[in-house]
């Protein structure tokens, strides 16, 4: 940090086990890729490429080299993973994993059914060799899945051997675990939480609301993703009570107490 203020909350530090942010990176040029790290690179833990991008984004390997650098693990977009099942090419996403270097990988169904013993069965498989994500939740708007269903597929799939699981939200922030207003559902996040530990939850937050929302719930290391590449330091300020939105939550009691009152006229 720039300076010293008192009431600020211990963060995690890099490499992050808790208190993770996820950037989604849906096609940064090197160039912007370069302008995110210079900016808030000591604060970024994960960049996914974002769905299918990485099939069409220029100087794909330089890119994510780049990420490395920087301690930053990168992994293909789950979507992009669905594609290669959907086509029966599994053993050439492997493949390209391999030869881009990378670590960790997305597993998920939110675009393709697939039955829960299959999808742990490739979770089980990736995480011999690789850092494991998987994600949970459908993309499509309209689609309930119950609370215990939730707390049953992310127990089985970290069971499998995932790193983290996912509680999908997509981009936009407006299915899963989010009502199509972007409001959490509050009951079903806390039925989550009552049987999940939080460190092995990567809530997608796309929106500040729902930023501050989990940051309220869980704490500045509560572990965030589809971050946007310009919303980290933002996002972080909110993480350390240095923005509006959670500004009181680490000050001592009595004195937000009395910060909060209006002076006497």
């Known amino acids: 940090m720039n300076y010293r203020l008192s009431h600020i909350p211990a963060r995690t530090s890099k490499p992050r086990e808790e208190g993770v942010t996820m950037v989604m990176d849906k096609g940064l040029s090197l160039r912007q890729a370069q302008d995110l790290l210079d900016a808030s690179g000591h604060l970024v833990d994960l960049v996914k490429l974002g769905f299918g991008t990485s099939f069409v984004t220029p100087n794909l ?16 977009g789950g979507t992009l993973f669905e594609a290669f099942v959907a086509r029966g090419q599994f053993k050439e996403y492997r493949k390209l994993v391999d030869s ?30 690789f850092r494991v994500l998987s994600e949970v939740g459908s993309k499509e708007s309209g689609i309930l899945i119950s609370p215990a269903k939730w707390v049953s597929m992310m127990r089985k799939e970290l069971d499998a051997g995932s790193w983290k699981v996912i509680a999908e939200a997509r981009e ?10 972007g409001h959490a559902h509050t009951t079903l996040v806390n039925r ?16 500040k609301a729902q930023q501050v929302w989990f940051i309220k719930q869980l704490g500045s290391n509560v572990n965030l ?4 590449p ?7 300020t909110l993480r350390l009570g240095l923005r509006g939105d959670t500004f009181f939550q ?4 009595d004195v937000a107490e009395k910060l909060r009152q209006k002076p006497a006229e």
């Open 100 to 129: 881009l270097g990378l670590d960790t990988v997305e597993v998920s169904d939110g675009s393709i059914n697939m039955s829960e013993k299959e999808k742990c069965k490739y979770i089980n498989d990736l995480a011999r060799n």
């Open 172 to 181: 936009s922030g407006t299915v899963g675990i989010y009502r199509p207003s």
């Open 230 to 236: 310009e919303e980290v330091i933002p996002l972080e």
């Open 192 to 207: 989550i939480l009552s049987k999940i530990p939080g460190k092995d939850i990567l809530w997608e937050a796309p929106q």
């Open 225 to 228: 993703g589809n971050i946007a």
């Open 61 to 76: 390997k330089e890119k994510i080299k780049l990420y490395q650098k920087a301690d930053i693990r990168v992994y293909l």
């Open 250 to 253: 680490y000050l001592p009691e």
